[in-house]
Nanobody, 123 residues
Framework: QALLVESGGGSVQAGGSLRLSCAVSDNTLSKYAIGWFRQAPGEAREFIGTISWSGGSSKYADSVKGRFIMSRDNAKNTVYLQMNSLKPEDTAVYYC????????????????WGPGTQVTVSS
């Protein structure tokens, strides 16, 4: 069973950047596509993007396209979410999740989840 832990969250001013990491304890990370989601208080969990097991394919939500970039290093069992040009509306708890197929945008179809990391963007 894969266990995921996010890191890299924090507070940043609008226009700034953060890089989130998703460390996967199971060394079979290469079997999974990884998705990123976020959830703001009082709102539903929102799909941000997903990256294939090889890293060769990715899919982004329109809300982050052109600003956020996913990458992965399977040798390090880590997936990254580079977030640029951050806006106050990007404030949320960010989660990574794993699923055995690609692409999947529906959160309920993901098999494993991290506990989340808070990102706060101030204006």
């Amino acid at each position: 069973q894969a266990l995921l832990v996010e890191s890299g969250g924090g507070s940043v001013q609008a226009g700034g950047s953060l890089r989130l990491s998703c460390a996967v304890s199971d060394n079979t990370l290469s079997k999974y596509a990884i998705g990123w989601f976020r959830q703001a208080p009082g709102e539903a969990r929102e799909f941000i993007g997903t990256i294939s097991w090889s890293g060769g394919s990715s899919k982004y939500a329109d809300s982050v396209k052109g600003r956020f970039i996913m990458s992965r290093d399977n040798a390090k069992n880590t997936v990254y979410l580079q977030m640029n040009s951050l806006k106050p509306e990007d404030t949320a708890v960010y989660y990574c999740a794993a699923v055995s197929v690609y692409p999947v945008v529906t959160s309920s179809l993901y098999d494993y989840w991290g506990p989340g990391t808070q990102v706060t963007v101030s204006s």
